[in-house]
């Protein structure tokens, strides 16, 4: 003899898992604040993020926060895992953190002449203002001579490609 049976049976295939993930944006300055977003495709129940040269340097969070208090270039790992197995991305150099700028000045008077020395760190171009409705000046080290005497607020803008920083200091 025999015998037929018929059953419905549901069969659900599952994708392995992808690594996967953005972030807002990986170039600027120290310290520099990136956040970073999950897009791994399949159900990941567990996370570990590495990060080369952040606070923090590891994560388990979906969606971390790290600074980037150093110059350099940074390598991103992200390594997921779940039913489907695990799977692993590395970005290479992702992150491209710029010296901090630090601007800063003093200055040598012989009135009504003021030759001004530019102490800025990490900077490659410069504006000054002389508080006293003269034009800017882009020079790195200049000397300036002041119609009236007085007190003038001094303004240096130091800025390199990717950062700025700008100090006054009053002069008399």
Do not use: K, R
């Amino acid at each position: 003899g025999s015998d037929t049976l018929t059953q419905q049976v549901m069969i659900t295939i599952q994708s392995p898992l992808t690594a996967g993930f953005t972030l807002d944006d990986g170039n600027g300055c120290a310290p520099w604040l990136v956040n970073f977003e999950d897009n791994s495709v399949g159900m990941v129940t567990d996370y570990l993020w590495t990060f080369e040269g952040g606070i923090p340097a590891t994560s388990t969070d979906p969606n971390p926060q790290v600074i980037y208090n150093n110059a350099g270039l940074f390598d991103v790992q992200l390594e997921i895992s779940g039913p489907q197995g695990m799977d692993v991305v590395l970005m290479e150099d992702l992150i491209e953190i710029a010296p901090m700028v630090i601007a800063s000045f003093g200055f040598n008077a012989s009135d009504p002449v003021i030759s001004f020395i530019n102490n800025s760190t990490n900077a490659t171009m410069y504006e000054w203002d002389f508080g006293d409705g003269s034009p800017l000046s882009n020079e790195e080290n200049p000397v300036h001579t002041y119609m009236n005497t007085g007190t003038y607020e001094v303004i240096l803008s130091a800025s390199s490609d990717d950062c700025a920083a700008v100090v006054t200091q009053t002069i008399f």
